[in-house]
């Protein structure tokens, strides 16, 4: 994608760094972070320095090839990256890629930069299937980011807005904000800008109004992990979204990589839902108006605990279809094309 | 109820002002604002300087009083207060009952202390009827703050709490932060600390969340709107965790006095949904920590529109019942209630 003027990945690898662009100083300053170890390119994993479930697996791939490079003890690697945070598939899928190639002496970074440029690929393709769905004057609602910013580059659920935008149809996109962490209000909100793409940010808590209103055709969500049997895992608050599509008569797709699915898990039971600090729900970051500096503000009392579980688990049989590179699906048959 | 040993009304009138007090500072600072002009109370409806249904009713009915204190002309103070927010039923409820008090020619100060006092009276008796309804150990999900910052005492939905745990039962609040104005995390938070309920703040997103893994036993809202048909209008996002409810067997329950019930509106699509200040999405209020001082940050990126409608409606289909201080009422109940 482009950011003023200049063609940029998410996530890439350049003279033996990998580089992430700065997430949560978006939308207010545009920043990369140049990671030489693979430590740290764990902990920018853990602090959401890169977030989105294909952006990490590209992160974690290249992170153990900096650990390969730095002749560092692979094994090690894939225990302290895998750690970093439990819930997006692609994590494990991105450094299981690596393991499997360094067994088979293969190079890590040829591997990382082939797994980052086929999820390129696979978004541009999830881009074209989905905009097949995409009528002229669409209004589409979409939760948490899941655009080129969680992605290497297109995205997942925006990379259908992307292509249907080029394709000259008209759209209108409802960006969740997205709490706690607002990467609806401060990343969705800023590619969609970047795009030319017409949206508002809205609460979380308007998509059920807008809904009810007539106001939405259209829900599109990225996914953290699908289970076998089609539930999928998404940003805490997908399943209400999913809930009030379904109450309204509202389509409601999943797009995702089939990086994503998870063979050895058969449910949306058995997916590991990250509890994050409760922090992120007492105080909210931004740009003050006072100082015109980065700043967080406390909103909660002190005194009063916070709770913050990061993804919830939306059930197949709410989801109207699961977008990938291969094609449309049915959450019943995303099982059956693992084979 | 009891801020740091001293007793206090929401809304009250003293030395010939009505006094508030000061919500948006909450829970960060304890503050009265006292008021001697109606054109100012209504502003500060219009601010929200004070906000929750039955609060506005009573603060409606004082500043009718203080127009007449002032010699000023009652049909202006009818209309300019009449108009400062336009969904909360108990704002026409109490300006009407004072021009329907001077029709008769009574006092209308007196008659605003007594629209209090019945508030009061009503919050306490809601409350007694609620609390029937909780068992020890329950966990209940609250969006918005309808607590006693929300009434002149007790509280609607929250009043039940306050009776159960008064009468030895245990009780844990899941407190729904209820962007964007997080009255939730503010207030809801600030009264359950000071009346020692036990309670956990959480995203708007993860009540759905805890509702599918069985750790709520019952929700409990406000309304600011009954239409005669059972539906009601309360906070945005009421609609979905009503939604959530259903999908999980949960009963959900209304609290609320009659004089939130509207007669003349058959239904909730009849009821006018303010739309807000896109300002309240983009920016946060708090406390900075980098000064110490109340201070905004801008979450959104310049550029991105922001939507906000203040309300939505829940239809009377996923309400299990409505609690008021006559009793608890099937919503298809309601409406014969009125006659």
Chains 1, 2 share one sequence.
């Not at 902990?43 to 479930?53: D, E, K, Q, Y």
């Not at 990589?257 to 992120?280: L, N, Y």
Request: aromatic share 8%; hydrophobic share 40%; with cysteine.
């Amino acid at each position: 994608m482009t950011i003023e003027g200049k063609s940029y990945r998410t996530v890439w690898f350049e003279d033996n760094r990998l580089c992430l662009i700065n997430q949560p100083l978006l939308p207010h300053r545009f920043e990369i972070v140049r990671i030489g170890d693979y430590r740290e390119a764990a902990l920018a994993i853990r602090n959401m320095v890169v977030r989105g479930a294909p952006a990490i697996g590209a992160t974690a791939a290249y992170a153990m090839a900096l650990a390969v490079l730095r002749g560092e003890d692979p094994e090690e690697a894939y225990r302290v990256i895998g750690g970093a945070r439990p819930t997006a598939q692609d994590l494990f899928y991105g450094i299981g890629r690596i393991r499997e190639a360094l067994a088979g002496g293969r190079d890590a970074l040829e591997e990382a930069d082939r797994i980052a440029d086929e999820y390129v690929a696979s978004s541009e393709r999830i881009g074209e299937y989905g905009s097949s769905l995409i009528r002229d004057g669409m209004r589409i609602n979409t939760h948490c980011n899941a655009g080129w910013l969680a992605t290497v580059d297109w995205g997942t659920a925006l990379a259908p807005v992307y292509k249907a935008v080029r394709q000259n149809r008209k759209v209108f996109v409802y960006a969740d904000e997205t709490r706690p962490r607002c990467q609806g209000s401060r990343l969705t909100a800023y590619e969609l800008l970047q795009e030319n793409v017409p949206h508002a940010v809205i609460a979380d808590n308007a998509a059920g109004f807008y809904m009810s209103r007539g106001m939405i055709d259209m829900v599109i969500v990225g996914s953290d992990r699908i289970a076998a049997n089609g539930d999928i895992a998404n940003k805490i608050g997908t399943y209400t979204s999913a809930l009030a599509a379904r109450a309204n008569g509202i389509p409601f797709y999943v797009a995702a990589p089939f990086a994503t699915v998870d063979r050895d898990c058969p449910t949306g039971g058995d997916i590991p839902i990250e509890e994050r600090s409760g922090e992120e729900v007492s105080h909210m970051f931004g740009i003050s108006e006072k100082t015109g500096e980065a700043d967080r503000v406390r909103v909660a009392p002190e005194g009063s605990e916070c709770l913050n579980p990061a993804f919830d688990v939306t059930p197949a049989d709410l989801i109207t279809g699961i977008i990938t590179e291969r094609g449309i699906f049915s959450p019943g048959e995303i099982g059956r094309q693992l084979t």
